[in-house]
């Protein structure tokens, strides 16, 4: 017999028209009841599109009927009326980057854990792949991309008076730190932050990308509400450190994305282990609690990246050690899981 479960599962593959994102992603799923081989679904649509409506219930009746012992299916759509004032939705005013193909945010509900690291060499990873590639720093309070990309240059004005992103390793870089001087702290509030990340997304020519990735500071605020508000994410990474300190965070992190309706593409474990130079391997934070956390959480697990002192020396001196050494164990960790990440967007 079915569950509530496979329903929701079958109706994954059901995209919102327009978009690469399903239905079940975006949050639309109101109310899924099955009993004796019927089974009842309620959508709730936000946009009043009568068609879009329409495609909709057809493909999801159309899924639905395809699992073993379904016998009856309902899809009722619910959608505000044409013209009326629709309940004010605050991703309303989301719009795709221009050219960009794939948004993907790099975070973690805890601060240190290697999130802009591993942000970095992933953007180096999808560059080694041959792919088009920027990095946006959403760091406003403590941007470290320009340092670990070794991009020093200030953006330049185009003639559509668009910022044009500075270049490193091959990939378009844009941080609050190419604006600022070093001995400027910023010290701005929300406001401020949502809209410099605006103009960090539509006035700075990206042109075409393949993959826009976006370094998010710790937590679940202002920086991470604004990205989400003016673009449509692909889909999030969260990287974690092993320990369950920094897990009770991820699952934060987990939560924020699922409220927005950002799919989780899956959980990054940094600094899992080290090892010491007589080859014995020590695991400082203990071990394998990103995997688990995955597991627990029904997330694709992408990973694990070791301590190594050629990591921290690659940030500091602005080549990540995908471009220094790409066949290091570390190099080829981030290339595998940048591998996987292009797999699961195609
Ligand atoms: N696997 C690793 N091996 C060795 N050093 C690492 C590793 N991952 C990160 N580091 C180092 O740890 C420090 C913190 O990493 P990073 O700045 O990427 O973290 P973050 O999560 O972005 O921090 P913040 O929350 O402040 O933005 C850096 O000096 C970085 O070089
Ligand atoms: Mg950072």
């Given at each position: 017999?079915?569950?509530?479960?496979?329903?929701?599962n079958?109706?994954k593959a059901v995209k919102y028209?327009g978009?690469?994102?399903?239905?079940?992603?975006?949050g639309?799923?109101?109310?899924?009841s099955?009993?004796?081989?019927?089974?009842n679904?309620?959508?709730?649509l936000?946009?009043?599109?009568?068609?879009?409506a329409?495609?909709i219930?057809?493909?999801?009746?159309r899924?639905?009927?395809?699992?073993?012992?379904?016998?009856?299916v309902?899809?009722e759509?619910?959608?505000?009326a044409?013209?009326?004032?629709?309940p004010?939705?605050p991703?309303?005013?989301?719009?795709?980057?221009?050219?960009?193909?794939?948004?993907?945010?790099?975070?973690s509900?805890?601060?240190?854990v290697?999130?802009?690291?591993v942000s970095?060499n992933?953007?180096?990873?999808f560059?080694?792949?041959?792919?088009?590639?920027g990095l946006?720093?959403c760091d406003?309070y403590?941007?470290?991309?320009?340092?670990?990309?070794?991009v020093?240059?200030?953006?330049?004005i185009?003639e559509?008076?668009q910022?044009?992103?500075?270049?490193?390793h091959?990939?378009?870089v844009m941080?609050?730190?190419?604006?600022?001087?070093?001995?400027q702290?910023v010290i701005?509030?929300?406001?401020m932050?949502?809209k410099?990340?605006?103009?960090?997304?539509?006035?700075?020519e990206?042109?075409?990308?393949?993959?826009?990735l976006?370094?998010l500071p710790?937590?679940?605020?202002d920086?991470?509400?604004?990205l989400?508000?003016?673009?449509?994410?692909d889909?999030?990474?969260?990287?974690?450190?092993?320990?369950?300190?920094?897990?009770?965070?991820?699952?934060k992190?987990?939560?924020?994305f699922?409220?927005v309706n950002?799919?989780?593409?899956g959980?990054v474990?940094?600094?899992s282990?080290?090892?010491?130079?007589?080859g014995e391997?020590v695991?400082i934070?203990?071990?394998?609690?990103?995997?688990t956390e995955?597991?627990r959480?029904?997330?694709?697990?992408?990973?694990?990246?070791?301590i190594?002192?050629?990591?921290?020396?690659?940030?500091?001196q602005?080549?990540p050690?995908?471009?220094s050494?790409?066949?290091h164990p570390?190099g080829?960790c981030?290339?595998?899981?940048?591998r996987?990440?292009?797999?699961?967007l195609k």
């Open positions: 017999m079915f569950t509530q479960a496979d329903i929701q079958a109706l028209p978009f690469s994102r399903d239905i079940v992603s975006f639309l799923v109101k109310e899924i099955a009993a004796d081989g019927a089974v679904v309620l959508l709730q936000t946009s009043a599109s009568p068609a879009a329409q495609q219930k057809e493909e999801s009746e899924v639905l009927k395809t699992l073993p012992g379904v016998i009856q309902h899809v759509v619910q959608q505000p044409a013209g009326q004032g629709a004010a939705n991703f309303e005013n989301q719009n795709r980057v221009p050219g960009v193909k794939r948004v993907i945010a790099i975070a509900g805890k601060g240190g290697g999130k802009s690291t970095a992933l953007a180096c990873a560059k080694h792949l041959g792919a088009k590639v946006l720093d406003i403590g941007p470290s991309i320009p340092l670990m990309m070794g020093h240059e200030k953006p330049t185009s559509q008076e910022l044009v992103p500075p270049v490193g091959g990939v378009k941080s609050i730190g190419l604006l600022l001087t070093d001995e702290p701005w509030r929300g406001p932050i949502t410099t990340i605006q103009q960090f997304l539509m006035a700075v990206w042109s075409e990308l393949d993959f826009l976006v370094d710790p937590g679940t605020g920086a991470q509400l604004s989400c508000q003016t673009v449509p994410l889909g999030g990474v969260i990287v974690t450190t092993p320990q369950e300190a920094s897990l009770g965070v991820v699952r992190g987990i939560a924020m699922n409220k950002v799919p989780i593409l959980i474990e940094n600094m282990y080290f090892t010491a130079p007589n391997r695991e934070f203990g071990h394998g609690g990103g995997r995955a597991g959480q029904s997330v694709p697990f992408l990973g694990e990246i070791p190594f002192t050629e990591i921290r020396e690659g940030g500091d602005g080549t050690i995908v471009v050494t790409p066949n570390a080829k981030f290339i595998e899981i940048a996987s990440l292009r797999n699961c």
